[in-house]
């Protein structure tokens, strides 16, 4: 019985040095008769293994045993000090591969299951034999033919979760959320204790907040007239046009081409011109500004992809004519398409059970925190910078000295903007909805490359652009110019950026236009997919950080200067040409 347990246990710790092979071989040669000792952990060495126990004699040949305190003679052996020595140096070599073999193993298999997943969602389930399926009529056949986007190639909606609300169930990553609170709490306190040293009183008047949402009704009131316009004219145009292709209208390619200037006509004037007008003659204060020209463009895009998603499926019909034609999309289904936290429109998104009205609370009230988190860092970090920096002599130093000085409030900035609309206004919207798709963005923070963070940044985005611009592109270029469709899709963002912060601003300072166009083009190429390791990801948030320092203090030195040298006599060139650079010179020439 105790030689058995003696093997058993001396069997486990030879299994537990196991390489991948399965097999170790240690050999000790004798000095005088070459005696060769092997152990092998296989199963099929097992009585061999219990010989070499009880004899120390690989061959099993009949000797006798000659152990006195664990410890063997000379004669052709070798001391018990010096076999142990071996094993443990068989371990900790047998614990060496085993880490590096599990580390090879876990890296393959989160590479095939990250590129399993991504297969996963863009490829179209594969259909299940009949003998399985029930037998669908042609009504059901027909609803589900038209449930599918068009071609199978368009975006999969499926019932996920986002990324955050996963990753904030492990207490280390909801400790960094903790962080970020802490950090508005002390933006709190400083401010208060200055106003009260300075003033000798409280100030809570927070005058940067109403001057930046001043003249809110009549922001109230033009969305109103925006949002009731992108729901009655696009549809209607739609479905009259999809009567005259269904009906037996002679001219179906001039009733396209009436209804289709129509759209073009609503789109550019509209829904193009007349929140602009609106904007610029009230000079409405930036973020009233913003929630026009933002709304604006997400009306732009929703209408487009309702027009674009539908009129394929009528003009296949027509061509074709089999089958009954398909149905319009009814009022009910684009009305839930303009609220829902998408740009892509479907009939039918996936759609969760119930509404949680306490997690719409919490991230209601995580965008007004982060408003007044926004305010707070332009308090206490960007107004007392610029306010002086615009009244000094502007030179090399001074313009990297502000730089450097912007990133902190233009990462803070970069932050907030991400965890209040990306996450806490999509989320809560999509749960008053049921909308079950919450990926409206990846893990951009792990990217080392800028074309992966540019696609994970924002994904409602980046599918609008992929599907609507970029493969349109290819799609009317018959996939012959890939490089000039991705120069066509960053042209368009870039145009867009710079007109939205144009607008709110008052000012064209095409600074994000530069950079987009320049660096982020640059980059797109340089920093490509097969960057891979950290010291990519380092290289990344270093480039991300630099421009929004970039941003930050380029915009806000012309917005200091718009302020303090008005032009007399406005012109084009005036508008078009930064007030920051010859502010300073007028400021050095006067007395």
Known sequence: MLKFRLFHFRQKSIDTMATPTGVFRHQMDSNNDGVRLRCRSSPEEEEKVRDQDSSGDCDGSPGAHRAVNGAINSN??????????????????????????????????????????????????????????????????????????PHGQGKQFVNRRSLLDELFEVNHIRTIYHMFIALLILFILSTLVVDFIDQGRLVLDFDLLVYAFGQFPLVVCTWICMFLSALVVPYSLFHLWSQTQCGSSGRPRLSSLYFGTLFLCYQFLGLGFLPTYVVVTNSLPPASCFIIILEQVRLMMKAHSFVRENVPKFLSWAKEKTGPSPAAPQVSQYLYFLFAPTLIYRDKYPRTPVIRWGYVATKLLQVLGCLFYAYYVFVRLCIPQFRSISLQLFDLRAMVLCVFNSILPGVLVLFLAFFA????????????????????Y?????????????????????????????KDFLWISKKRFRAAAMLFVFTVSAVVHEYILAICFGFFYPVLFCLFMCFGMMFNFILHDRRKGPIWNIIMWT?????????????????????????EEPSLLNLLTPRSWSCQKASTDGP
């Open 76 to 149: 052709g052996k070798v001391e018990v000090e010096h076999v142990i020595s071996k094993k443990l140096l068989l371990k900790r070599k047998a614990e060496y591969l085993k880490g590096e073999l599990m580390r090879q193993f876990d890296n393959h298999v989160k590479l095939f299951v990250d590129s399993l997943i991504d297969e996963s969602v863009s490829l179209e389930p594969a259909p299940v034999p009949a003998v399985f399926s029930p037998v669908l009529s042609d009504k059901e056949r027909g609803k589900l033919r038209y449930i599918r986007p």
């Open 543 to 567: 480039s991300l950080f630099l421009g929004q320092g970039v941003l930050i203090c380029l915009y806000s030195q012309e917005w200091y200067a718009r302020r303090y040298c008005p032009q």
């Open 421 to 440: 609309f990306l996450h806490c206004w999509l989320n809560a919207f999509a749960e008053m909805l049921c909308f079950a798709d919450r990926m409206f």
């Open 442 to 470: 990846k893990d951009w923070w792990n990217s080392t490359s800028f074309a992966n963070y540019y696609r994970t940044w924002n994904v409602v985005v980046h599918d609008w652009l992929y599907y609507y611009v970029y």
